[in-house]
């Protein structure tokens, strides 16, 4: 979800990207690349080789202290606390009402001290909400956004990249693990997690450090054919891989149910935690519209806003939430809620593309699933 500002904040790699010719976008505030030239050369790199992203919009939020698994079980609908030391989780966190206000990642530093990644256009709400969810437990909770820069290599090719550079054993980095140590000597904290939907990594430097460990990443990668990668790839390569985004998928009015993520919900925490009551009901319930994924018949693309129709009643029962041509499955594709009774794969709907009704079928997620 893009906040248009007067004064885009730069990321500290922002003359790198310039000088590769990037193009770039206002993104949450900040000054985004975008492209560097083919969006679909940099999605396609990333689904054979490797892809370097800037993620410096991202924001983190650290809580130290006895008590801070306790205060996130509080905080968030899944269990921190549970995490082991160096793991990570996918979580989130919810209103009384159980809609979603930012959907997270948990990573476990220590025994008393935990990192908690948020989306850019959510930080600024995100970071007080667990000041204020953590009062009364024995915990700091600080927004320390500007202390860390964050690179991402994503791609089959990316644990032999970073292998070259690091003490750390890269291959047995176990999926949503994070470790300290160094990447071209420069300490950082290194984590097997993405939003691609390939194997990839995510490189936590200081920002005085991040030309430096781009500079290192991206001599590194030469030989296996990694490109600096932009926004607009990372949202088609999310998309194949069915990966919801904040704004789109994900929005105040959503609960994870709708979303078909009930399964980061833990409601038999016995502390309770924010949201439990709204939720439970909402299990027991059962959602009245559910993601689908949709392939379009035609060549134009649904996009984020388009209704969805039922073409046995012509009446609209939807709304597509993304949209775009997919490079790999080379076919227009979306997710859209839809009722759940015309969720069932096979189920041919049409899409309203500014007034032309164009078919489109209704297909499990994700679209796409890397084999190894």
């Given at each position: 979800m893009t906040t248009p500002s007067a004064t885009p904040r730069l990321t500290p790699l922002h003359d790198v990207h310039a000088a590769l010719g990037a193009s770039f976008t206002d993104f949450a505030g900040w000054q985004m690349p975008v492209r560097y030239g083919s969006e679909t050369a940099e999605h396609r790199a990333v689904r054979t080789a490797a892809g370097l992203f800037d993620l410096t919009h991202m924001g983190e939020i650290e809580?130290?202290?006895?008590?801070?698994?306790a205060?996130?079980?509080?905080?968030?609908?899944?269990?921190?606390?549970?995490?082991?030391?160096?793991?990570?989780?996918?979580?989130?966190?919810?209103a009384e009402d159980g809609g979603i206000i930012?959907?997270?990642?948990?990573?476990?530093?220590?025994e008393e001290h935990y990192l908690?990644?948020?989306?850019?256009?959510?930080?600024?709400?995100?970071?007080?909400?667990?000041?204020?969810?953590?009062?009364?437990?024995?915990?700091?909770?600080t927004d320390t956004s500007a202390d860390w820069a964050l690179i991402a290599v994503q791609g089959p090719a990316s644990a032999e990249i970073l292998a070259g550079l690091t003490e750390l054993d890269v291959p047995s980095l176990k999926y949503y693990a994070i470790d300290a140590g160094t990447v071209?000597?420069?300490?950082?904290?290194?984590?097997?997690?993405?939003?691609?939907?390939?194997?990839?990594?995510?490189?936590y430097c200081r920002p005085a450090d991040a030309a430096a460990v781009w500079d290192a990443l991206s001599k590194a990668g030469q030989a296996h054919g990694l490109v600096p990668a932009g926004l607009a790839c990372r949202d088609t390569l999310r998309l194949e891989a069915g990966m919801p985004l904040?704004?789109?998928?994900?929005?105040?009015?959503?609960?994870?149910?709708?979303?078909?993520?009930?399964?980061?919900?833990?409601?038999?925490?016995?502390?309770?935690?924010i949201g439990q009551a709204a939720l439970a009901k909402r299990k027991e319930q059962g959602?009245?519209?559910t993601l689908v994924g949709l392939v379009s018949t035609g060549r134009r693309s649904p996009r984020a806003g388009y209704p969805v129709v039922d073409p046995a009643t012509g009446a609209e029962v939807g709304v597509v939430t993304s949209g775009s041509p997919s490079p790999t499955l080379e076919k227009p594709i979306a997710m859209a809620y839809v009722p759940p009774?015309?969720?069932?794969?096979?189920?041919?709907?049409?899409?309203?593309?500014?007034?032309?009704?164009?078919?489109?079928?209704?297909?499990?997620?994700?679209?796409?699933?890397?084999?190894?």
């Open positions: 809580l130290v202290g006895p008590g801070a698994g205060a996130l079980d509080h905080a968030l609908v899944g269990r921190p606390s549970a995490i082991g030391v160096g793991r990570a989780r996918y979580s989130m966190i919810c930012d959907d997270l990642v948990v990573y476990r530093l220590a908690v990644v948020a989306n850019a256009s959510n930080v600024a709400v995100v970071a007080p909400e667990l000041v204020a969810r953590a009062e009364g437990y024995d915990v700091s909770v071209a000597g420069i300490d950082v904290l290194l984590a097997r997690t993405g939003y691609t939907g390939e194997d990839g990594f995510e490189v904040y704004g789109h998928e994900l929005d105040r009015e959503t609960t994870p149910y709708e979303a078909n993520l009930g399964r980061v919900v833990v409601l038999d925490k016995p502390e309770g935690f959602p009245q519209r009774a015309l969720a069932t794969p096979g189920t041919r709907l049409q899409v309203s593309l500014r007034g032309t009704l164009e078919d489109a079928d209704v297909v499990e997620l994700p679209f796409y699933k890397r084999t190894s």
